[in-house]
């Protein structure tokens, strides 16, 4: 089945700021971030993330953790598809070799 939008434009951007509380082991990290999909009019996504970065060997192995509460003007709009405003926790692991 076709989606029932075949044209849009979609934008968006971060704003990325870090710094070390320990020098090349634990990172503070803050971001704003917005999402316009540009399907739906007043559709946008606004993030603000706040997380720690613990370096155990460089960027070679490392663990991250996350807090991100996202605000909808979508789902502000819409209610029935759920609360506008949301929290999320993410915890990764980087390995590169």
Same mark, same amino acid.
């Given at each position: !089945?076709?989606?029932?939008? *075949?044209?849009?434009?979609? &934008?968006?951007?971060?704003?990325?700021?870090?710094?070390?509380?320990?020098?090349?082991?634990?990172?503070?990290?803050?971001? /704003?971030?917005?999402?316009?999909?540009?399907?739906?009019?007043? &559709?946008?996504?606004? *993030?603000?993330?706040?997380?720690?970065?613990?370096?155990?060997? $460089?960027? $070679?192995?490392?663990?991250?953790?996350?807090?991100?509460?996202? /605000? *909808? &003007?979508?789902?502000?709009?819409?209610?029935?598809? $759920? &609360?506008?405003?949301?929290?999320?926790?993410?915890?990764?692991?980087?390995? !590169?070799?």
């Amino acid at each position: !089945m076709p989606p029932t939008f *075949s044209n849009f434009t979609t &934008d968006g951007f971060y704003v990325t700021g870090a710094y070390f509380l320990l020098p090349k082991k634990l990172q503070a990290v803050v971001q /704003w971030q917005y999402l316009n999909p540009g399907q739906k009019g007043n &559709d946008g996504l606004y *993030s603000i993330l706040g997380g720690l970065n613990y370096y155990i060997h $460089g960027d $070679g192995l490392k663990l991250m953790v996350n807090y991100i509460h996202t /605000w *909808s &003007d979508f789902r502000q709009a819409h209610p029935e598809f $759920g &609360d506008d405003q949301f929290d999320e926790v993410i915890g990764r692991v980087q390995v !590169m070799f």
